[in-house]
């Protein structure tokens, strides 16, 4: 402890525990929303898509146009355009609950290609084998496209949380709180160089549960 | 019974050359009778596969009516199609299982789909299918870890689970090696023997043809060009499309067998033999009455379906050969005097 203590000077581990539970609140509570939104428009935008089930090239147009303006824009220019509406939404554009509304903005579009992009993958044979089963367009939605793309959306959820782990730190600059936050006030502009190696080694940690996680589940949904 | 009146199937194309019309099936008239095994064979591309998709109406008609038991198959609304697409099951060439799904729960499918909530019912079923197409073992295995043969066996016990009354099958063996193919084809037939079920199958194999199926279809750029009792078809092919599937059944060249007569003497003559006759002595009789002496050129003993036949290319050299040829004609063979 002794050491430890000498070697981290600056580090007050109150505020790093603060911190960490921050970016944690923040990650969960947007990869919640991110996939509850980002499901539902990735299958419509596979839907929507060419030679799939609803064909439809003005409404795959119109999403996709959606979808690529918002991935288009850089996430710290969103942070701040967003404010208004953040506010409206949450009622605060600051601390956990004012990062969640951007996150989310952020990350939907994202996930949502990812999710268009496992359903893809899936054989169309299966989709007509199902057809010829007599299966509603909702059963072959429910009962074999999603279970068929598991283990690609679950490799989605993946991708799409470390990337939100990211945008998490840069939430910080709107007054969100975080590790990343920690990161720039105390490690970048105090020189405190103790706090920044605390907070990266930190979010690595993060970033590698995250990604070990969710091998785990693309491996044992993959059922190869 | 399964009627097509002048159905017909044309693609319109998309993209850069919109409007233009792709014709993939020509108006057809087609009868398949309950309980059969009806084979349509043809090269890729010659509609077969757009024919059989038409049933289950995987692919709409252009025009045309297909009638499933006295029913307009092409009248039927989204719900009504629904409900005929669960009386005719369908296997693929590449399987289309489920790969998140087990056995079980693959062929536990379709009764989910139907709407059968009972978990004791759907077990006793899936249990029950499972044994007819011997998996009985491997219920609770993922589609990874079979055979392709295993794998065919899970679609059809999947395409029964419903109890259709007609079975689509879509190049179901082509996928598997020679050996597999046999004991796919034979469950089959005992599919339809036992179940008294309408199988209506596309390969591009005549052998697939000759061990099962009844009655045959042969067509060429979207039409049906010769169609029959496969015996016959088989035996006696008019159109070129179908001798070609014939030879390359029995793996000779026409054009190689023409060069090797050239240097042959004689009358050459093709007797074929059907059912019973097969294994009459008829050649050793007919030299030794006539005095011809043969030498065969060519020749296949093998069956369709169950009924064994003979197929024999000869040559006859002295003796009085008009008296061999009349003998020929007069037994229950069918005679070909080729030179």
Known sequence: METLATLFVNVDWYEIWQATLDTLLMLGGSLLFTVLLGLPLGVLLFLSGPRQLFDNRPLYALLSLVVNVLRS????????????????????SLGVAGAIPPLVVGATPFFARLVETALREVDRGIIEATQAMGATTRQIILDALLPEARPGIFAAITVTAITLVSYTAMAGVVGAGGLGDLAIRFGYQRFQTDVMVVTVILLLVLVQVLQSIGDRLVVHFSRK | MIEFHQVHKTYRVAGKRAGREIPALQPTDLRIESGQIFGLIGHSGAGKSTLLRLINRLEEPSGGRILVDGEDVTALDANGLRQFRQRVGMIFQHFNLLASKTVADNVALPLKLAGVRSRAEIDARV??????????????KYPAQLSGGQ???VGIARALATGPTILLCDEATSALDPQTTASVLQ??????????LTIVLITHEMDVIRRVCDRVAVMDAGEIVEQGAVADVFLHPQHPTTRRFVLEAEQVDEDERRDDFAQVPGRILRLTFHGESTYAPLLGKVARDTGVDYSILAGRIDRIRETPY?????????????????????ADVHLEVLR
Not at chain 1, 75 to 81: E, G, Q, R, S
Not at chain 2, 187 to 196: C, H, K, S
Not at chain 2, 312 to 329: K, P
């Open chain 2, 151 to 153: 794998k065919q066996r």
């Open chain 2, 310 to 330: 003979g197929q024999l290319t000869l040559s006859l050299v002295g003796g009085d050969i008009d008296a061999a040829l009349a003998q020929f004609r007069a």
């Open chain 2, 187 to 196: 469950l089959l037939a005992q599919i339809n023997r036992e179940l008294r």
């Open chain 2, 127 to 140: 249990a029950e299918l499972l044994a007819r197409v011997g998996l009985g073992d491997h219920a609770k």
């Open chain 1, 73 to 92: 824009l850089p996430f710290i220019i969103l942070l701040i355009v967003m404010i208004p509406f953040t506010v409206l939404l949450a009622g605060t």
